[in-house]
């Protein structure tokens, strides 16, 4: 019951940093109607950047992690005006192809900037353990856990409950009317893109601390949210919330005891069994579970 305790709570951990990196895929495409497939980069340079203010500078560790979000926020905003801004009105195919190219840019950069390293994040968990429901828990699986929820709770405030939140839900809705009732839709698009590299900065560290350490080739492993917004839908953060925990406890669980129960699957099974649980759900619902249907009239 312990060990089974202790799966499930890293597997919450996971899979709710997942939902986060996650969430930013899905601010964007409600925004602008294009997958950002630069989102994993983002996420390394979020982590790189905690390193640099925590360990390199010295900051006390909350304070970097918020400056490092800031930094990738202004970055992203700034990546969305020389990048993507210029294609509006072309279709969203291409503008997916040029985040493809910012994301293979901003890979060589994070070589660049981390070269052949391993970095330590220095964050506040390391591997402390504490009890959690008679169980010997990883603080950090717990710290993912709050953070990564309560930063997607804060988002959902602020597209529900704020004016500015309204006029970026106005955008997904309909560019056109949008602005017509005289919502700024370029800038609307800069902030889906700032919020999302805010959103992938805290990831990467969360990332970055479960693993207890980070290279540049750890940007891969934020594609796994890619089966959580195909599961949850690609408009709906509610659905990728849902979709990151059942598919980080999927994971969690295959890496528990698959070896056990079906060695002959091999070492390294969970890594794919996100992508299972995608095919599947494109099988059963290719709009997710709660993704909005797209209606076309014939």
Do not use: C, H
């Amino acid at each position: 019951m312990e060990l089974l305790t202790a799966t499930l709570v890293r597997g919450v951990g996971i899979g709710s940093t997942y939902a986060l990196i996650a969430v930013g895929f899905v601010i964007i495409y409600r925004a602008t109607d294009v997958v950002n497939f630069a989102q994993p980069a983002l996420m390394i340079l979020g982590a790189y950047f905690t390193w640099f203010f925590v360990r390199g500078l010295g900051m006390p560790f909350v304070a970097g992690v918020l400056l490092a979000m800031i930094v990738m926020a202004a970055f992203a905003g700034l990546t969305e005006r020389v990048a993507l801004r210029p294609m509006v009105g072309e279709p969203p195919f291409a503008a997916a192809m040029v985040t493809v190219g910012v994301f293979f840019a901003l890979l060589i950069l994070s070589f660049r900037l981390i070269g052949t390293n391993v970095i330590s994040m220095g964050d506040p968990w390391g591997v402390e353990r504490i009890d959690f429901l008679g169980t010997r828990v990883a603080q950090v699986d717990l710290a993912m856990t709050v953070l990564s929820l309560t930063a997607i709770g804060l988002v959902g405030l602020f597209l529900t409950r704020s004016k500015v939140g309204l006029a970026m839900r106005a955008t997904a809705l309909d560019q056109e009317t949008a602005l017509a009732q005289g919502v700024n839709v370029g800038r609307m698009f800069g902030l889906s893109w700032a919020i999302s590299g805010a959103t992938a900065a805290l990831a990467g560290m969360l990332i970055a601390a479960r693993a207890g350490a980070v290279t540049p080739l750890d940007a891969f492993v934020a594609l796994k949210a890619l089966p959580v917004i195909i599961l949850g839908g690609l408009d709906s953060i509610k659905g990728s919330v849902y979709a990151g925990i059942l598919i980080g406890v999927a994971e969690s669980l295959t890496r528990t005891y698959q070896p056990a129960l079906a060695p002959g699957l091999g070492s390294n099974f969970d890594v794919i069994v996100p992508y299972l649980i995608m095919i599947v759900a494109l099988m059963v619902r290719p709009y997710g579970f709660y993704g909005t249907p797209e209606v076309q009239r014939v």
